[in-house]
């Protein structure tokens, strides 16, 4: 049984252009939530996407977007990158009659 | 909105020692869960231990326990027997029925030979 999968591992950008990034979730889940990591800090919630819809959303600008699709895989988007978004992305993967929440090996984004 | 506090950026340990790393948070939620991450340098965020709010025994893991203070809104995690393997961030976590997890902004764990 394959865990949580994100893909890229790692990723560069320049300002200004547009990333997406992809998570498959544990076989079974059928929830996925987003987090950004900055540098030496805890993670922060950016949304979870339930049944294909945004379930809820953490204190993230509009430029962050994402999407769930029918296999329950989840893509981020976000557009009009800043430095700031340097980070690392993670995804959890959770089954929505339980909590706990199973995290992929995220994707390093770096912006220059 | 619930916050969550690790006040010890970074601790070490000797190899087999015990050591306790401290998490505060602030809720005014009376059904939480709560949870211990260990993030090694791989990055892979793996879960060590969770405990829920309405059980008053502490939640263990083989070498990790916790300490749940509900009314000091305190939960301490306890390494026994500290391994090699145990050096890593440590993040403390908060979590409701809305599944979205509050982190504590970590502690740096390293485990001396």
């Known amino acids: 049984d394959a865990g949580v999968t994100q893909s890229p591992t790692h990723l560069i950008k320049t300002r200004g252009q547009q990333v997406t990034l992809r998570c498959s979730p544990k076989?079974?889940?059928?929830?996925v939530s987003w987090y950004q990591q900055a540098l030496g800090q805890g993670p922060q919630f950016i949304f979870q996407?339930?049944?294909?819809?945004?379930?809820q959303r953490g204190n993230f600008p509009d430029r962050f977007s994402g999407h769930q699709f029918p296999n329950y895989s989840s893509e981020l988007n976000v557009n009009a990158l800043l430095l700031g978004d340097s980070a690392l992305y993670l995804c959890?993967?959770?089954?929505?009659?339980?909590?706990?929440?199973?995290f992929g090996p995220g994707t390093r984004l770096t912006v220059l | 909105a619930q916050t969550v506090t690790q006040s010890q950026p970074e601790m070490s340990v000797q190899e087999a020692e015990t050591v306790t790393l401290s998490c505060t948070y602030d809720t005014s939620e009376s059904n939480y869960y709560l949870f211990w991450y260990k993030q090694p340098p791989s990055r892979q965020m793996i879960l060590v231990i969770r405990q829920e709010a309405y059980k008053q025994q502490n939640a263990t893991e083989n070498r990790f326990s916790v300490n749940f203070q509900k009314a000091a809104k305190s939960f301490s995690l306890k390494i026994s027997d500290s391994q090699l393997g145990d050096t890593a961030m440590y993040f403390c976590a908060f979590n409701n029925a809305g599944n979205m997890l509050t982190f504590g902004g970590g502690t740096r764990l390293m485990v001396k030979p």
């Open positions: 959890a993967s959770i089954f929505s009659l339980s909590n706990e929440q199973f």
């Open positions: 996407y339930y049944e294909e819809e945004e379930r």
């Open positions: 076989s079974g889940h059928d929830t």
